[in-house]
């Protein structure tokens, strides 16, 4: 049979707007702090926190709606869970209350303790911005989504905390990149002093100026006024 639990808690509206944010995936999105899928029709898929959750809406009668409802953690060869969402008018608001069946054996009390921490009182405090805020919603007939502001400091938020919350996924190793995506840094241009040939100033050997034998002024022999033998006075 698995684990049953109930779990209660009042937020500060009306019973229809408790049903009517639990359908909406933006609401729902903004009252978890999750993102929410959900088509608000019987037989609609829903999802929550980030895919952690998972399910189909099998009722939405008046006060209450049923739900075929699991969560990642669950073995493969477990089958659904049952949830009813009640929603009761109060003096305060509205008395809400999830009954859970179902749920796997030996998760009951960590089930029990994930509604109480990540839906009814983060609801409290998102129906308490949305109370506060009366004409906006009144006019637009829309929830404060996108202005919403949540104090998460009145809630001790672990990350290793039991569900419904998403476990925060481990750290990943560090993704080897593919070779495709790999930025394999190109050998930078090292600025080589090996110039292009073309850039190459080589500098063509200087014509030495070699110095032609200058004209030495080499003075011919003169024309020795060598003096013929006079002849001799006989």
Do not use: C
Request: net charge positive; proline share 8%.
């Amino acid at each position: 049979m698995g684990d049953s639990i109930r779990v209660s808690g009042t937020v500060p509206v009306a019973p229809e707007d408790v049903l009517r944010a639990w359908l909406d995936s933006a609401a729902h999105s903004a009252f978890t702090g999750g993102v929410a899928f959900i088509e608000p029709v019987v037989g609609g898929r829903f999802s929550a926190w980030d895919g952690y959750i998972e399910g189909t809406t099998i009722a939405i009668e008046g006060a209450r709606i049923v739900q075929a409802w699991r969560t990642s953690e669950f073995p493969e060869s477990a089958p659904d869970s049952r949830l009813e969402i009640l929603v009761e008018a109060t003096d305060d608001g509205t008395l809400v209350t999830l009954v859970h069946s179902g749920i796997p054996r030996g998760q009951g009390d960590r089930y029990e303790d994930g509604w109480m921490r990540w839906y009814l009182v983060p609801m409290r405090e998102y129906f308490g911005n949305v109370s506060s805020h009366p004409k906006e919603y009144s006019e637009t007939g829309e929830f404060p989504t996108a202005e919403l502001e949540r104090d998460d400091s009145s809630v001790e938020r672990e990350r290793s905390s039991p569900p419904p919350r998403r476990a925060a996924k481990p750290k990943a190793a560090a993704r080897t990149k593919k070779p495709s995506e790999t930025k394999t840094e190109k050998p930078s241009k090292a600025k080589t002093n090996k110039a292009k040939p073309s850039e190459t100033k080589t500098k063509k050997r200087s014509k030495t100026k070699t110095e032609k034998p200058s004209k030495a002024t080499t003075k011919k022999p003169s024309k020795a006024t060598t003096k013929k033998p006079s002849a001799g006075r006989r």
